[in-house]
């Protein structure tokens, strides 16, 4: 069995380096160049139309408001990585990684709004009336590969087994060494919260998401920028390290190991791509829910995801290890612990842990709630409404399970299945970037005008709706 899981481990090591950076990087690459870099042309009025529409009531049709549908999907891209994989980067890369991550996020935001706009204009209404889409419907819909999108459904139901099981310890594992609760108990708790959450449907799992991630968002981020205020002369410092070291290896120092410019780009990609999720196919399966006008109104929220998890959020996170010299004295083995002991000169140790354990719990439930949420609509599109509900079931025994350390051996193929998710997902998308840049011109031709006249009157402008257009 050993030599099998590190056969496997080989393996995921393998596909996750230079292989799925080629695919990830050089899709966004041409993602971004097919649609004229729109991200970096419409920024202003991308922005307008997520962070300025935040709260505002949408026109279309679909279950969810836009900020529902889009704290839903951050909810599964808002956690660990966030906390955890950011030291992690540092630690094996340097203070450089975080120059490739950016990088990563702004190539990144073409992938995601292509898979969002893609899972709006191909989702349908499911038994209950729902709206549901993702990955799985554009390839079967909009390529005809029902064999692949059947296989890719498959793999990320089962994928979200291995996955539930590795948040859920990771929880139960902060919540023992911060508070003593048992593996157990906090298994338990976990399951608890999910099934009433996720009883409720797509709908309150909107409205959970909702209220959480912008809470969980606002109190990590404050703890975080009371930290670089009382660093703040090390601020600018930080920064130069971070653009210096991209392209210049960086000798060890202390419980920094060395990193040449090779680890800094392959650390701080990897990390930015896993942290983001763009390409990985899920965010559409919750983005389908939403109401909306125009799938590519929708998939702003895409690229307001990856503005927000690593532009944002990453960055602060890299900023308080930077500047609070931590990245310096602690291993790789330990990068974990970075963000807690950056925290402990400001808070003290106890206060410094709980800030630190409670977001992470939040952030964990939140994901577990959401992927479970993605793993029932698999069962759904493979089997029916009926059998996602067993599925469910499976999802909440695998909490359980995870928090006592249970059936480690399946946790080494998630990411060699998550890699076989990835990588029909970005072949599709490549395949339906034209689709992608007809809607995207209808939108900058017949809607983006009606936007800018809608302002200037103070929104009394009807915009029409896709149904109205003809369903473009």
């Known amino acids: 069995m050993d030599r099998f899981t590190a056969w496997i481990a080989e393996i995921s090591n393998f596909i996750w380096g230079i292989p799925l950076m080629i695919i990830l990087i050089g899709g966004g690459l041409f993602l971004t160049v097919r649609l004229g870099f729109f991200q970096f042309r419409y920024l202003p009025h991308i922005i307008g139309q997520t962070f300025g529409k935040m709260f505002s009531k ?20 808002m956690g660990a990585a966030n906390i955890v994989g950011v030291p992690v980067a540092i630690a094996l890369g340097g203070p450089g990684a975080i120059f490739w991550m950016w990088l990563v996020a702004l190539i990144g935001m073409g992938t995601k709004f292509a898979e ?20 799985m419907y554009y390839i079967k819909k909009g390529l005809g590969w029902k064999k692949v999108a059947s296989f890719l459904a498959l793999a990320l139901m089962i994928e979200i087994i291995a996955s539930t099981m590795v948040q859920s310890n990771s929880i139960a594992q902060t919540m023992s060494g911060s508070f003593g609760l048992p593996p157990f108990a906090t298994g338990l ?42 660093n703040f002369k090390e601020v600018p410092q930080a920064f130069a390290m971070i653009f210096e070291y991209a392209f210049r290896p960086l000798s ?19 990390r930015g791509l896993y942290s983001n999720e763009a390409g990985m196919g899920t965010a559409p399966i919750a983005h389908a829910a939403a109401i909306t006008s125009h799938p590519v109104k929708q998939g702003f929220w895409g690229v307001f995801e990856v503005i927000v998890d690593t532009l944002v959020v990453c960055t602060i996170t890299a900023l308080v290890i930077l500047t609070s010299g931590v990245w310096k004295t602690i291993s790789p083995d330990a990068a974990s612990t970075m963000v807690t002991e950056a925290f402990t000169p400001l808070y003290g140790s106890s206060i410094a842990g709980m800030i630190v354990s409670a977001t992470l719990f939040l952030f964990v439930i939140t994901t577990v709630v959401v992927i479970i949420f993605y793993g029932e609509k698999q069962a759904e599109f493979l089997f029916g409404t009926s059998f996602s509900k067993w599925m469910r079931f499976v999802y909440i025994v695998a909490i359980m399970v995870g928090a006592v350390g249970g059936l480690q051996f399946i946790w080494q193929f998630l990411d060699l299945l998550l890699a076989m998710v990835v990588i029909p997902n970005v072949i599709a998308v490549l395949f339906l970037s034209g689709k992608v840049k007809e809607l995207t011109a209808d939108y900058f031709a017949n809607h983006y005008p009606i936007e800018k006249q809608a302002k200037r009157k103070g929104g009394n402008v009807h915009v029409r709706t896709a149904s109205e257009d003809g369903n473009r």
């Not at 679909?62 to 909810?75: E, R, V």
């Not at 969002?116 to 990955?135: A, C, D, F, T």
């Not at 120092?253 to 701080?268: D, E, M, P, Q, T």
């Open 58 to 77: 949408s026109e279309g049709q679909g279950t969810l408001t836009p900020f529902q549908a889009t704290t839903s999907a951050l909810a599964s891209t």
């Open 116 to 135: 969002v706009v893609l899972g709006m204009h191909y989702r349908e209404k499911n038994k209950k009336g729902e709206y549901v889409g993702g990955p």
């Open 189 to 230: 708790i976990v399951a608890f919260i999910v099934i009433l959450v996720t009883y409720g449907g797509i709908k309150t799992i909107g409205k959970v998401t909702e209220k959480l991630i912008p809470f969980m968002v606002v109190v990590y981020l404050l703890s975080a920028l009371a930290v670089l205020f009382v």
């Open 252 to 270: 060890a120092a202390g419980g920094f190991a060395g990193a040449g410019v090779a680890a800094a780009i392959r650390w701080g990609m990897a």
